[in-house]
């Protein structure tokens, strides 16, 4: 039998940094790759700074396709409230370290995410509030199409 078999394969592309600049709380996000653009998505990290304001947040992520939401696939489970800073990691690995001030939940990467196009990453902080602020990366494999 071939070695060829079992090699592994690089779909090409480049690798890119995706960042997400500070947004206040309650202001939605949108990232896309645009015309002639793939993307897989491989990890990233997101950090969300409460103000004062009272109220239960989580970071939530649809994938769209430029209108309609067609699925979640990322929201933390444990509220983040008022005065605490929330970091939600999104990769192939799962653990979960939490601090009084600090909480960090990390969602497991199953199915590769693919985005073209007019294709998005919909970033949404539920109970999100203007003296919040959230910001982070994806690191993404760029292929021309």
């Given at each position: 039998?071939?070695?060829?078999?079992?090699?592994?394969?690089?779909?090409?592309?480049?690798?890119?940094?995706?960042?997400?600049?500070?947004?206040?709380?309650?202001?939605?996000?949108?990232?896309?790759?645009?015309?002639?653009k793939?993307?897989?998505?491989?990890?990233?990290?997101l950090?969300?700074?409460?103000?004062?304001?009272?109220?239960?947040?989580?970071?939530?992520i649809?994938?769209?396709?430029?209108?309609?939401?067609?699925?979640c696939?990322?929201?933390?489970?444990?509220?983040f409230?008022?005065?605490?800073?929330?970091?939600?990691?999104?990769?192939?690995?799962?653990e979960?370290?939490?601090?009084?001030?600090v909480?960090?939940?990390?969602?497991?990467?199953?199915?590769?995410?693919i985005?073209?196009?007019?294709?998005?990453?919909?970033?949404?902080?539920?109970?999100?509030?203007?003296?919040?602020s959230?910001?982070?990366?994806?690191?993404?494999?760029?292929?021309?199409?």
């Amino acid at each position: 039998m071939s070695s060829d078999v079992f090699a592994w394969t690089f779909p090409g592309g480049k690798l890119k940094t995706v960042t997400v600049s500070a947004a206040a709380g309650n202001v939605t996000t949108n990232k896309s790759p645009g015309a002639g653009k793939r993307w897989l998505l491989l990890y990233g990290i997101l950090t969300l700074v409460n103000g004062i304001a009272v109220a239960n947040r989580f970071i939530t992520i649809y994938l769209t396709d430029g209108t309609n939401i067609l699925t979640c696939f990322l929201r933390n489970n444990t509220a983040f409230t008022a005065s605490q800073t929330g970091i939600i990691h999104y990769s192939n690995v799962v653990e979960h370290i939490g601090a009084s001030s600090v909480e960090q939940a990390n969602v497991a990467l199953g199915n590769q995410i693919i985005l073209e196009g007019s294709d998005q990453l919909r970033i949404i902080i539920v109970n999100g509030q203007a003296g919040d602020s959230y910001s982070g990366f994806f690191r993404v494999l760029e292929i021309d199409v």
